[in-house]
């Protein structure tokens, strides 16, 4: 493990260098923004505005990615908001700085405000009735935060809110890396895309690893890729760890598996079967058993022993982040104690 220079302070600290992986969507970057909040780097402002035109286009996105479910689906909106219906349609065509012009000028072309149009549209239980079937059609994880915060976030002088930027989803593109100093070591976080045409970005990023974090969603067990409509995701997401696992050059280093959007799978699994994705799955709708059966799953595939921690977590949560980090900085530390034989 090398040493780096921080610079104006007096030694130079110990790095440790933690990578993100996982497939699409399953929170990597999520974790990489509540990482950024819990060690004092906050958003920018330019950031904030920039992830506030996100927002918009989640929002957007979102809503007509409902209606156009509800079509395919045969679910009827009430005949007063079809005219708002046909309208974000139309928006959502428009590229995402079209949509930020839209909301940010005054709208009095469109008759009444929009934001008002999309709350009560959000009342049509249509809406509601479909996201109950959100499994068959691609929609963002935290729509219902952006549409039960419509109005504010159309407002002309709407600025995103550290909530809501963690809520955001903005498909990582390339690699990215946070540093901050903690317990008198320097650390390294990369977040790279998951999507299948990014991993082949992912060599150029595992230099010097001293742990991977590989996240995968709990909730992703009844729904297919977005790059591959006939693969489902949690048969990919262990593919890609069996993948990790038997690569030589994370032979002899920790994986930490992080089993993330415990929030969104505890009230899933209420209603769906997790044996959609495994046949041999047998505990029912029990949260603990269909928790534990797709760990399992995930340990199973540890075949070349490597050194496995695992968590389960919300990474929308903060609280859950720090305290889940805490766990991973001790593991790291003592690792490196013994490493260096100072215990
Ligand atoms: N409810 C809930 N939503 C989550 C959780 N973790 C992430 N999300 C949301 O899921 C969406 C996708 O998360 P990202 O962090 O962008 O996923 P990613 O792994 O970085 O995806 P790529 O960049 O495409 O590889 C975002 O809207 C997040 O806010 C969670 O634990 N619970
Ligand atoms: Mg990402």
């Known amino acids: 493990m090398g040493c ?46 920039s992830m506030s035109n996100v927002v918009r286009e989640n929002l957007i996105e979102g809503c007509s990615a409902i209606l156009k479910a509800m079509h395919d689906l045969g679910i009827e909106l009430m005949k007063e908001n079809e ?27 469109y008759g009444e405000d ?20 959100r499994s068959e059609f691609t929609i963002n994880d935290t729509i ?10 159309c407002k002309p002088d709407y600025v995103a809110t550290q909530e809501d930027i963690i809520k955001a989803r903005l498909t990582t593109l390339g690699i990215t890396e946070v540093e901050f100093d903690a317990d008198g070591y ?44 006939t693969t489902n995701r949690i048969h990919e997401s262990l593919l890609l760890f069996r993948e990790i696992c038997e690569l030589d050059c994370f032979k002899s280093i920790p994986i930490i598996v992080l089993f993330n959007k415990d929030d969104l799978f505890r009230e899933k699994i209420k209603n769906a079967d997790l044996r959609v994705a495994f046949s041999d799955y047998h505990g029912g709708h029990q949260y603990e058993s269909a928790r534990d059966f797709i760990i399992n799953k995930f340990k199973s595939l540890n075949s070349k022993n490597t050194q496995l921690y695992s968590h389960v977590t919300t990474a929308t949560n903060t609280n859950n982040i720090k305290m889940v980090f805490n766990d991973v900085k001790n593991i790291l530390l003592q690792k490196d104690l013994e490493t260096l034989n100072i215990i």
């Open 4 to 49: 780096f220079d921080c610079g104006g302070e007096d030694e130079p600290k110990r790095v440790l260098k933690l990578i993100l992986l996982g497939t699409a969507q399953s929170g990597k970057s999520t974790l990489f923004k509540q990482l950024r909040i819990i060690n004092n780097k906050p958003f920018t402002e330019k950031e904030k505005i």
């Open 83 to 109: 005219d708002t219906a046909s309208m974000i349609m139309s928006i959502a065509k428009e590229p995402v700085i079209e949509i930020q012009k839209i909301l940010t000028t005054k709208t009095e072309n």
């Open 114 to 133: 929009i934001a008002g149009k999309i709350a009560k549209l959000w009342k049509d239980p249509g809406m509601k009735q479909c996201l109950a079937k």
């Open 144 to 153: 219902e935060y952006f549409l039960d915060h419509c109005e504010r976030i």
């Open 186 to 229: 320097r650390w390294k976080f990369t977040d790279v895309g998951g999507q299948r045409t990014e991993r082949r970005k992912w060599i150029h990023a595992f230099v010097d690893t001293t742990a991977v974090v590989f996240i995968c969603s709990l909730n992703d067990f009844d729904m297919n890729l977005e790059e591959d409509k």
